[in-house]
């Protein structure tokens, strides 16, 4: 069974960081894209940043800057380096994965994780 498991929200005034982290586990044979969305209140869930599989990044534009995305390939986990927070950074944070399981290995399957609320006051 695979699964990602987000950690590292929580609470923090404006202009302070975080770092989020995301673990994938289970029978795994390779990981393709990854990546960090969020959700707030009565908004649709947004992309925040991607990366590739050989490290090539994509931030939307309201993060750059201030937030950086990286990842261990052998340690099969992502993080998300949250600088100089928002209150509007505010959202449950999710992390995606395209993921090929040893089952299936012809085949990538999508995941998420649980999500991590980020609070950020003013």
């Known amino acids: 069974q695979v699964q990602l498991v987000e950690s590292g929200g929580g609470l923090v005034q404006a202009g302070g960081s975080l770092r989020l982290s995301c673990a994938a586990s289970g029978s795994i044979f390779s990981i393709n894209a990854m990546g960090w969305y969020r959700q707030a209140p009565g908004n649709k869930r947004e992309l925040v940043a991607s990366i590739t599989s050989g490290g090539s990044t994509n931030y939307a534009d309201s993060v750059k800057g201030r937030f950086t995305i990286s990842r261990d390939n052998a340690e099969n986990t992502m993080y998300l380096q949250m600088n100089s927070l928002k209150p509007e950074d505010t959202a449950v944070y999710y992390c995606?994965?395209?993921?090929?399981?040893?089952?299936?290995?012809?085949?990538?399957?999508?995941?998420w994780g649980q999500g991590t609320q980020v609070t950020v006051s003013s």
């Open positions: 995606n994965a395209g993921i090929r399981p040893h089952a299936v290995p012809g085949y990538t399957y999508n995941y």
